[in-house]
Every structure is written in C-alpha cells, then in structure tokens.
C-alpha cells in the first residue's frame, strides 16, 4: 500500500554542516536542496500529499543570525520552485503561523499558495507552526463559533484541514520524538525514525520507509 499522505521531520541540517565543520547555514542550504528532490521523489511515487516540517514556533527562540539564514532559504524556495510546482500539478500550502515570520515571506508564502491552487496534489510546508498551537487555535475558534465540536469538524478547523488522514510520518536525524509537529493528525500514522541527517536521506532511503511502510499492519484499535 502506498500512503495518501506522507509528512516528514527534516532534522539533522545543523549536525550535518556541523560534521563538515561548515556554518549551520550550510546544513539549511543542503537541506533545502534535498528537500527539493525528496518531493519530486515523493509525488513521483504516487504520494497525493506530502507535509514537510520546516520550522516550529520553537525554532523561533534560535539565534536571529540563523533565523535570517532561513528567512534568506525561505524567500529562495517560494521564489525559485512555485512556477515548477504549478507546473507540476502541486498546490503549496503553509501550516503554521505566518504572523511570527518576517512580513514579505508571508506575503511570498501567500503568493505561492495563490498561483499554484488547484493542484491535483498537495504539498503542505509547515513554517512557525507548532501542533499544539494549531490545536489552541481551531479550539479558540470552536469556541467563537460557540457550537461543541466533533471529531470531524475539528480536524478541519486544524490548519491540515480538507487533507488526507496522515498515514507515514518520518523523522530524520536521529532523534526518536515528535517535537510538536501534527499532534492531532499523528493519533495513527505509522512511525519512521531515520538515523540519516536530512541532507543525507535519499530516494533510496525513501524507499526503505515505504516498504517498511507496506509491511506494517494497521489495526486502528481492531483486531
Ligand atoms: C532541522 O535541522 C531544520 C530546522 C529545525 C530549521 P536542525 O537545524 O534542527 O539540525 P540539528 O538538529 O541541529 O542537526
Ligand atoms: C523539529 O526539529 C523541527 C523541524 C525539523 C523543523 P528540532 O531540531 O527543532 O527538534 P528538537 O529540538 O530536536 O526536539
Ligand atoms: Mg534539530
């Protein structure tokens, strides 16, 4: 079986330039580059919606000299990859609050969203997003409306809402948690922990996951 939809933790960015005795902002930069290919890799494997964890709201507490590095990737990704993901067939989507980012890459990010809307597929980047955040906001906002909520009406008021359930999460980078990504949305995908440093995780390592994937049985609470 392949997942409808896949989300991934691209972490290891710092240790890998770290490794090379490179500033971490050359780990975000190899980063970017292969976070490139794996979602060329990812929607070329038949994958309808792929969320990729960018930056949390946590992130936001790192030094400003790499919170610009990022900023100056961010601006480059919208700017060099909406016509190719237009073209592609791919709607771009931003989880996370774009307030707490500087004002022309929320403007960017929209813009982004605007020219590739309508896209059979869906790639959802999360960007000062945190899950717990996301629950505190579609609760605030159930609470305005002042109707209780179900299941259903909440997961659409989430900021994944109108996407596939989430079958595959993967993190790279050695780390085995889930540091505040879809909190909600993660109740039953199945888990995949990398040990490669995302500028290392290939379309090969892709592969493993999805085969270890395939092979996982899905009970959702049955038997
Ligand atoms: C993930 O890589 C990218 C972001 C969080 C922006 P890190 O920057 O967390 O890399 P490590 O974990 O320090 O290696
Ligand atoms: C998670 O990685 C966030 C992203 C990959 C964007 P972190 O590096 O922020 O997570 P922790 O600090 O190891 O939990
Ligand atoms: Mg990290």
Same mark, same amino acid.
């Given at each position: 079986?392949?997942?409808?939809?896949?989300?991934?933790?691209? @972490?290891?960015?710092?240790?890998?330039? $770290?490794?090379?005795?490179?500033?971490?902002?050359? #780990?975000?930069?190899?980063?970017?580059?292969?976070?490139?290919?794996?979602?060329? @890799?990812?929607?070329?494997?038949?994958?309808?919606?792929?969320?990729?964890?960018?930056?949390?709201?946590?992130?936001?507490?790192?030094?400003?000299?790499?919170?610009?590095?990022?900023? #100056?990737?961010?601006?480059?990704?919208?700017?060099?990859?909406?016509?190719?993901?237009?073209?592609?067939?791919?709607?771009? $989507?931003?989880? #996370?609050?774009?307030?707490?980012?500087?004002? @022309?890459?929320?403007?960017?990010?929209?813009?982004?969203?605007?020219?590739?809307?309508?896209?059979?597929?869906?790639?959802?980047?999360?960007?000062?997003?945190?899950?717990?955040?996301?629950?505190?906001?579609?609760?605030?906002?159930?609470?305005? $409306?002042?109707?209780?909520?179900?299941?259903?009406?909440?997961?659409?008021?989430?900021?994944?809402? #109108?996407?596939?359930?989430?079958?595959?999460?993967?993190?790279?980078? $050695?780390?085995?948690?889930?540091?505040?990504?879809?909190?909600?949305?993660?109740?039953?995908?199945?888990?995949?922990?990398?040990?490669?440093?995302?500028?290392?995780?290939?379309?090969?390592?892709?592969?493993?996951?999805?085969?270890?994937?395939?092979?996982? @049985?899905?009970?959702?609470?049955?038997?």
């Amino acid at each position: 079986m392949i997942p409808r939809h896949i989300a991934v933790i691209m @972490d290891g960015n710092g240790r890998w330039a $770290k490794k090379r005795l490179l500033p971490r902002i050359a #780990g975000h930069r190899a980063g970017m580059k292969r976070m490139i290919s794996l979602t060329d @890799d990812i929607f070329s494997r038949g994958i309808v919606c792929c969320t990729l964890f960018a930056l949390s709201t946590e992130n936001l507490a790192r030094p400003q000299e790499e919170l610009e590095g990022l900023y #100056g990737l961010f601006r480059e990704y919208f700017t060099g990859q909406t016509a190719r993901l237009k073209s592609q067939g791919v709607s771009l $989507k931003i989880l #996370g609050d774009l307030t707490l980012l500087p004002a @022309d890459i929320a403007r960017l990010a929209r813009t982004s969203e605007e020219e590739t809307a309508g896209g059979e597929k869906t790639l959802a980047i999360a960007l000062g997003y945190g899950g717990r955040q996301d629950i505190v906001r579609a609760c605030n906002e159930a609470v305005k $409306k002042g109707e209780p909520v179900t299941l259903e009406s909440f997961a659409e008021t989430l900021s994944t809402g #109108g996407m596939p359930a989430l079958d595959l999460l993967i993190r790279t980078g $050695k780390e085995k948690r889930i540091s505040n990504f879809l909190l909600f949305e993660a109740a039953y995908a199945e888990l995949c922990f990398s040990e490669k440093l995302f500028p290392d995780f290939t379309g090969k390592d892709l592969t493993h996951a999805l085969e270890a994937y395939a092979k996982r @049985d899905r009970r959702f609470g049955r038997i």
